[in-house]
């Protein structure tokens, strides 16, 4: 790639940040007058993102008035799933883009009636690396990893631990039939954020889903 067509990238690519940013603080500023907590759960496909709120959604009724946004390349298959459990789903599907952009986020806010809900759920696209540097209006953004995956994807995406409020390390109900260093795993978010909390959970069988409604409670 020659010298000119870096300088030719970066300030196209920085404008279209520039754009997001700007309709993600204006879904932003719009959420917190309506008093909606907005989370973005990010995470690889596979996580289990999608059971992770479906069990959040059927302990939350009754409790929360939430409403769910998916995003997905293709299919409505998760938005099925999450529309048993919540009467306010809209999939969007992304195409053959990465990840979610403020501009989805805002087109698909206008398909809810927002009246009375007080938590808001982006699924991002399943992918550790692009949904990081989008901004989406959310209040705070939720990393989801899971044992599956192995013990080094904290280090292998740094930017994605380092711009999480929270991360949750999902399947712990597997932890006794893999080789997961559950120690060295914490040492190396460690390293990229030394605040963020880490809560392990198992979104099959219900394990640290307390903790998780409480952190969602407290906010």
């Known amino acids: 790639m020659s010298e000119q067509?870096?300088?030719?990238?970066?300030?196209?690519?920085?404008?279209?940040?520039?754009a997001n940013d700007d309709i993600a603080a204006a879904t932003r500023a719009e959420l917190a007058l309506r008093g909606i907590f907005a989370i973005d759960l990010m995470g690889a496909p596979g996580s289990g993102k999608t059971a992770l709120l479906e069990a959040t959604l059927r302990a939350l009724a009754g409790r929360r008035r939430p409403a769910v946004l998916v995003g997905d390349l293709a299919t409505r298959r998760d938005g099925d799933r999450l529309a048993r459990w919540c009467d306010r789903v809209v999939q969007i599907s992304t195409g053959d883009g990465c990840h979610l952009e403020a501009i989805q986020v805002r087109d698909a806010l206008a398909q809810l009636d927002l009246d009375g809900v007080d938590l808001l759920f982006v699924e991002n696209v399943g992918n550790l690396i692009c949904p990081?540097?989008?901004?989406?209006?959310?209040?705070?953004?939720?990393?989801?990893?899971?044992?599956?995956?192995?013990?080094?994807?904290a280090a292998k995406h740094p930017y994605f631990v380092a711009e999480a409020d929270l991360l949750l390390l999902n399947k712990i109900d597997l932890a006794p039939h893999l080789s997961f260093d559950r120690a060295g795993f914490e040492a190396d978010v460690r390293l990229l954020n030394p605040s963020v909390p880490i809560l392990d959970i198992s979104a099959t069988t219900g394990e640290g889903l307390?903790?998780?409604?409480?952190?969602?409670t407290d906010r």
Do not use: H, I, N, Y
């Open 132 to 153: 990081v540097g989008f901004d989406l209006g959310q209040t705070a953004k939720v990393g989801l990893f899971s044992l599956t995956e192995g013990d080094d994807k």
């Open 210 to 216: 307390d903790a998780w409604l409480t952190w969602l």
């Open 5 to 18: 067509t870096r300088t030719v990238r970066l300030p196209v690519m920085r404008r279209v940040l520039e």
